[in-house]
Antibody
Framework: EVQLVESGGGLVQPGGSLRLSCSASGFSFSTRWMSWVRQAPGKGLEWVVNMKYDGSEISYVDSVRGRFTVSRDNAKNSLYLQMNSLRVDDTAVYYC??????????????WGLGTLVIVSS | IQMTQSPSSVSASVGDRVTITCRASQGVSTWLAWYQQQPGRALKLLIYGASTLQSGVPSRFSGSGSGTDFTLTISSLQPEDFATYYCQQGGDFPYTFGQGTRLEIK
């Protein structure tokens, strides 16, 4: 069974930093693109970043580029999101997502339950 | 690419047929997916490639369209189908979602 478990969320002040982690199991993590998608409270979904299975290709949405950094450790089956210079509008549930393969490669075929990040003074 | 879903909410009864539409601000070919979100559960991929059913998804769900106009149809609503549905385009990064359609019990 595929499992994606996020951790690291919490309350942080504007301008602060937070590091999210995602522990993956039940599939070959080192062969799959992974992503982070977020959802502000009561709002829709926003795709934040994609990362290729070997880390050689990364794409960020404009709103986080230069502030957020994605990384992965294939030996530990883990994905990370380092978030710096956090703003109030970064408040959201952050989902770790496995991207699909072949014809489904531009979709999120498995989702975690998310971790809540609240940016507030 | 902006994705616009309609309606934003719909009330329906068990057994009804429901159609949700999604329009892209520019063509995305068939790089279109549909997801279901229910409280307390992980989001679920229903359809990818505009019309291909994800493994394990009931056949009452179907998708169609290409270019800019897409539809998700649930042929006969079941109690477990009451949820929020999102479309997502994969034609260009950043991938973007529609604002969601909340399907409620009438």
């Amino acid at each position: 069974e595929v499992q994606l478990v996020e951790s690291g969320g919490g309350l942080v002040q504007p301008g602060g930093s937070l590091r999210l982690s995602c522990s993956a199991s039940g599939f070959s993590f080192s062969t799959r693109w992974m992503s982070w998608v977020r959802q502000a409270p009561g709002k829709g979904l926003e795709w934040v970043v994609n990362m290729k299975y070997d880390g050689s290709e990364i794409s960020y949405v404009d709103s986080v580029r230069g502030r957020f950094t994605v990384s992965r450790d294939n030996a530990k089956n883990s994905l990370y999101l380092q978030m710096n210079s956090l703003r109030v509008d970064d408040t959201a549930v952050y989902y770790c997502v496995r991207m699909g393969s072949l014809e489904a490669r531009r979709t999120a075929d498995q989702w975690g339950l998310g971790t809540l990040v609240i940016v507030s003074s | 690419i902006q994705m616009t879903q309609s309606p934003s909410s719909v009330s329906a009864s068990v057994g009804d047929r429901v159609t949700i539409t999604c329009r892209a601000s520019q063509g995305v070919s068939t790089w279109l997916a549909w997801y279901q979100q229910q409280p307390g559960r992980a989001l679920k991929l229903l359809i990818y490639g505009a019309s291909t059913l994800q493994s394990g998804v009931p056949s009452r769900f179907s998708g169609s369209g290409s270019g800019t106009d897409f539809t998700l149809t649930i042929s006969s609503l079941q109690p477990e189908d009451f949820a929020t549905y999102y479309c997502q385009q994969g034609g260009d990064f950043p991938y973007t979602f529609g604002q969601g359609t909340r399907l409620e019990i009438k």
